[in-house]
């Protein structure tokens, strides 16, 4: 008996083993597709960043980088650009997402609208939303100076404040519903025992719950801080050409002087650049929370 | 002011005390939904320059729209991208988180990571790599070209959206559907299914939008009368500002309100 019952077994192990293999093959469409169109042409990008200008393997491209000087301002621009909206976000996103998780459930979810709205309306529409407010002559100017709060029509857009305003405008859901999330999952009797020992409101605030949403907050300026490095439309839109990001330069390469060394070199650098940031990061918070977190209130 | 002087917290905080952060968050929220609010009736304005509240209203620049063929045959090519992008992420997607969540191996995780990839690697280098390749194989300006780039971006929203749902799904029930008779194939169409068709939506509807609103890749690789409309858009904007745009915004607006009206809706219907 006991000598049928073990090789039994073993089928039956290695039949399960088929199977969850067989389901795992259900993702292979999705891999496949991935692979062909994303893997083997950024991969190609990256063997064209090695080849210089007379065909052979070369690292000219790199080496204008470190040479040129308006390079290493792209790529200033693109890192202070990122780190002042990610800045911005959590200063404006957090007491956002502390006011909508202290309101009972009913009034919160209908104030989450207006977080989900602009997450929902087309990113290019609410660039062009912007123009149009920022602009000489635009709502923002008129009723500033109506108000007396400046007396001559500012600059808005086409410069440094109006990419910082648009790109605010759409990170900054991106901040507020891990963050949320992860408010609403404290537990406030953590808080009242902290008030309950003597602690005052500002304490209880700083020593109890602001520790307890760190993750998510860390969570929400990692993803709005990759998400703001490869930016594009909207500070090519509100910039004026005074903005230059990466990829915008990525672009230009290609568009104006068909330069596939050049533009790939940059590509390389910027997706290692991300991927970097993300290493990092990785080795503070947990891969899920920050993939999850993006829907975590909706 | 009763309110005013109760307990907003835990803490014993007052309302009155926290007036600022109540002021600060209806600012924020303000700033959040102005600018689409605003943009909609402006551009019922009968000005060449966009005003608000407009001195005059028209409906000038819608008629401007839907009478321009260009624009037409743009919107036609954005709404068939988007159907087909749904079409092809939504299925792709739901099978491979449901495949990673079934199969429950180790390197369910992996896999799940390169499955989101694209959601982090900047689009610009999506863009870029696709050209060069669609340029060898004759593939740029193609409907077919447009829709593959636009799943790649879709596929991993899907994948976090549906698999997310899965977590709180437990999978005895396919066993005893199974048990009682259903294929695979079946039980996970009639009882797994069912459960997770709200997420299913959600996703489908990311996936049309994500294609629907894309502008980088679409610069690159759709022209010609495949040409989308965001990617008009996106050049009529860095020319000048016109007031044709802002009746585009106002239909693309309502357009994505009332999908999120419907999914909240659903939404609503589910166990919560």
Known sequence: MSAAAKPHARELKSDA???????????????????????????WLFWLSFIGESGDFSLENYARMIDNKSY?????????????????????????AYFLAHLPQRMANLCMIAVLLPFWTSLLVRTYAWLV??????????????????????????????????????????????????????????????ANLGATPT???????APLSLPGVLAGSLIVFVLCLGFFVTPAVL???????????????????????????????????????????????????????????? | MNWLNQSASETQITHKRRLWLYAFAVAVMLF???PTVIVMPMSFSQSQYLEFPPREWSLRWYEHYFSSPAWMLATATSL??????????????TMAAYGLYASSMRAAGTIFLILVTPIIVPVILVAIGVFYVYAKIGMVNTLSGLVLAHSILAIPLVVVIVSSALKSF??????????????????????????????????????????????????????????????????ALRDQIDPTIASISTVMIVVSSALLAATQLMGRGRKS
Not at chain 1, 20 to 34: F, K, M, Q, T
Not at chain 1, 164 to 184: A, D, K, T
Not at chain 2, 80 to 93: C, E, H, N, R
Not at chain 2, 194 to 202: E, M, N
Request: hydrophobic residues 55%; contains cysteine; charged residues 10%.
């Open chain 2, 32 to 34: 959040l939904l102005a």
């Open chain 1, 203 to 209: 304490q209880a605030f700083w020593q109890v719950f």
């Open chain 1, 72 to 96: 290493f301002r792209i790529f200033r621009t693109t890192f202070e650009v990122s780190v002042l909206t990610t800045a911005i976000c959590v200063l404006i996103g957090y007491p956002l």
């Open chain 1, 239 to 298: 910039g004026g050409g005074k903005v230059v990001m990466v990829s915008m330069q990525i672009a230009n390469n290609i568009e104006l002087f068909f330069n596939w060394g050049a533009a790939s070199a940059l590509g390389v650098v910027l997706l290692a650049a991300t991927f970097a940031v993300l290493y990092a990061a990785s080795r503070i918070v947990k891969f899920d929370q920050i993939i999850g977190g993006g829907h975590g209130g909706s």
């Open chain 2, 170 to 235: 437990d999978l005895n029930q396919e066993m005893v559907a199974r048990s009682l008779g259903a294929n695979r194939f079946k039980a996970f169409a009639l009882v797994t299914l069912p459960q997770i068709k709200f997420s299913v939506i959600t996703g489908a509807l990311f996936s049309f939008l994500t294609s629907f609103d894309e502008v980088i890749i679409a610069m690159f690789v759709s022209g010609a009368q495949n040409s989308t409309l965001t990617r008009n858009m996106f050049n």
């Open chain 2, 80 to 93: 068939k991208a988007g159907f087909l992008t749904m079409l092809v992420a939504t299925p792709l997607g």
């Open chain 1, 133 to 194: 407010l920022l602009q000489r002559k635009g709502l923002v100017n008129d009723w500033a100076i109506g108000l007396g709060l400046w007396d001559e029509p500012l600059k808005l857009v086409h410069n440094l404040s109006g990419t910082l305003i648009g790109m605010v405008h759409i990170m900054l859901p991106f901040l507020v519903l891990p963050v949320y999330g992860s408010m609403r999952a404290i537990d406030r009797d953590y808080v009242k025992a902290a």
């Open chain 1, 17 to 43: 083993r088929r199977e969850r293999l067989a389901l795992l093959g259900l993702c292979s469409p999705a891999l496949a597709l991935i692979l062909v169109i994303m893997v083997i042409p950024v991969g």
